[in-house]
């Protein structure tokens, strides 16, 4: 890992991996030492802003320095379910190229349990791991120029659900009525890092 400088009162931290970038997010969200205006995970990074004359990075610095991160700890993450009707536009192909029943994508994606790695692309938009192997599979060839908000959608690693109207080239397995970002809620956004997320199908 490797710090970087970020304005006067912030620090980037270049990780190796996205699973490093979690156990970082999740050893310093444990800890919170005092200070910390905002943690924002990435990716490949982890960036640290503090209160000025707070000390806060220095003191995630040697909290990190020093932690273990092959064994980050668990929190209490929020749980949140999201009810899904299975009928995406995708799901013919996600079976296909899977080798499964359409039955199967809709078991496999329901049985397993996701944390939200890192938000981006769009507000309220949660790039969510723990996708089982089968269904991990590329992003269409030609991007659609309107996807629905509500889409739930699969890419490489990474589940999630389009907020909004707007482009987009994961594979769409179904849909959800849940609003994912709402600007006149507290807080605006359903989903935050570190949160675990459940599909439930709702038929």
């Known amino acids: 890992m490797r710090w970087r400088a970020y304005g006067e009162h912030a620090a980037l931290l270049d990780c190796d991996s996205l699973a490093q970038t979690i156990a ?3 050893t310093v969200s444990a800890a919170r030492p005092s200070g910390i205006a905002e943690l924002v995970p990435g ?3 982890l960036l640290v802003a503090e209160t000025p004359g707070s000390g806060a990075l220095a003191a995630v610095r040697d909290l990190l320095s020093g932690a273990d991160l092959e064994h980050p700890p668990d ?4 749980e949140i379910t999201l009810d899904v009707t299975y009928d995406g536009e995708d799901l013919e192909l996600v079976a296909q190229d899977a080798g499964v029943s359409i039955e199967d994508v809709v078991r496999l994606h329901t049985d397993a349990v996701y944390t939200v790695a890192f938000t981006g692309f769009a507000p309220g938009f949660g790039y969510l791991t723990g996708l089982p192997e089968p269904l ?3 992003r269409l060839s ?3 120029t309107r996807v629905p908000p509500g889409s739930v959608g699969i890419a490489g690693e990474f589940t999630g659900v389009y907020p909004r ?3 987009g080239g994961w594979r769409l397995i179904g849909h959800t009525r849940t609003v994912l970002f709402d600007p006149r809620a507290d807080p605006p956004a359903l989903l935050a890092p570190g949160d675990r997320v459940r599909f439930r199908s709702a038929g």
Do not use: C, L, M, Y
């Not at 929190?75 to 929020?78: M, V």
């Open 165 to 167: 109207v707007s482009p």
């Open 43 to 45: 990716a490949r990074s």
């Open 136 to 138: 991990r599979q590329p």
């Open 24 to 26: 970082a997010h999740a």
């Open 142 to 144: 030609s991007p659609r």
């Open 75 to 78: 929190g209490e993450p929020r």
